[in-house]
């Protein structure tokens, strides 16, 4: 994000560190940030960072939505999903899944296809019952034995 003219750069960071929000305003212009964000500002360009995720550089970027300074790193790093959200993740991947394999259970599929099929369907609807969200055990589908 470049500063237009005579504008400074703010960070609107929740208590966590988190970017929410990059903004663009003339210098000493009020800023309202959401309730718990503090609007760190910059008086000159935003400088490029390394953005950081999974234990490695992803690529030297500005400081994006959703991002995290971490003093450790040096660098805006992209946070782990939550626990939540990595489990709403491992439910879209499976059904998307499921939904890939459903043309193997229809009636006019032959019934070796479909017994061929079926450990497969029912080991991913198992994957929930897995203890580690961020490190799922996919099953390999029979088209890829």
Same mark, same amino acid.
Not at 61 to 89: D, F, H, M, T, V
Not at 93 to 107: G, M, Y
């Given at each position: 994000?470049? %500063?237009?003219?005579? *504008?400074?750069?703010?960070?609107? /960071?929740?208590?966590?560190? &988190?970017? *929410? ?29 390394? %953005? ?7 690529? &030297? /970027? ?20 939550? &626990? ?62």
């Amino acid at each position: 994000m470049s %500063k237009s003219q005579g *504008h400074e750069q703010l960070l609107i /960071c929740s208590p966590a560190g &988190l970017v *929410h929000q990059i903004v663009v305003a003339p210098p000493g212009s009020p800023v309202h940030a959401p309730a718990g964000c503090t609007a760190v500002r910059y008086a000159g360009e935003v400088p490029r960072y390394a %953005k950081w995720a999974n234990g490695g550089v992803i690529s &030297l /970027c500005e400081p994006q939505p959703g991002e995290r300074w971490s003093e450790e790193r040096g660098g805006w790093e992209i946070p782990a999903p939550s &626990l939540q959200e990595a489990w709403l993740a491992v439910r879209a991947k499976r059904e998307a899944l499921i939904a890939q394999t459903d043309w193997t259970q229809l009636h006019d599929v032959p019934q070796a296809t479909q017994q061929l099929w079926q450990p497969y369907r029912q080991a991913l609807r198992d994957v929930t019952q897995q203890r580690d969200p961020h490190n799922i055990t996919w099953p390999v589908s029979p088209a890829e034995r």
